[in-house]
């Protein structure tokens, strides 16, 4: 089984910028497609990106899509959601999450392990 820990969660002004990081232990990293959720308060947990295992698939919610940027780093067992042009509305609590069954997945049940979450403030 994986294990997802995430970081650089804070507190930034609308139009800033934030880079979240994804470690992961106790497996294949390679192997698993890495998804970033978000929970708002008092909303349903929704999707933002996916990478597919290589890397050479990834894909976005309308909502994000221009503004983040998901990666990752096979050789460091590390993914990333480098986020721009940050609005309120982003404000939530970003998950980190892995399947080993999909290529890639954009439906939150599709995932099998999650980390802890980050939070992401974006206010003036």
């Known amino acids: 089984q994986v294990q997802l820990v995430e970081s650089g969660g804070g507190l930034v002004q609308p139009g800033g910028s934030l880079r979240l990081s994804c470690a992961a232990s106790?497996?294949?990293?390679?192997?698993?497609?890495i998804g970033w959720l978000r929970q708002a308060p008092g909303k349903e947990r929704e999707f933002v990106a996916t990478i597919s295992w290589s890397g050479d698939v990834t894909r976005y919610a309308d909502s994000v899509k221009g503004r983040f940027t998901i990666s990752r780093d096979n050789a460091k067992n590390t993914a990333y959601l480098q986020m721009n042009s940050l609005e309120p509305e982003d404000t939530a609590v970003y998950y980190c999450?892995?399947?080993?069954?999909?290529?890639?997945?954009?439906?939150?049940?599709?995932?099998?392990?999650w980390g802890q979450g980050t939070q992401v403030t974006v206010s003036s």
């Open positions: 999450a892995a399947t080993g069954l999909l290529y890639y997945a954009t439906i939150a049940d599709q995932y099998d392990y």
């Open positions: 106790g497996g294949t990293f390679s192997t698993y497609a």
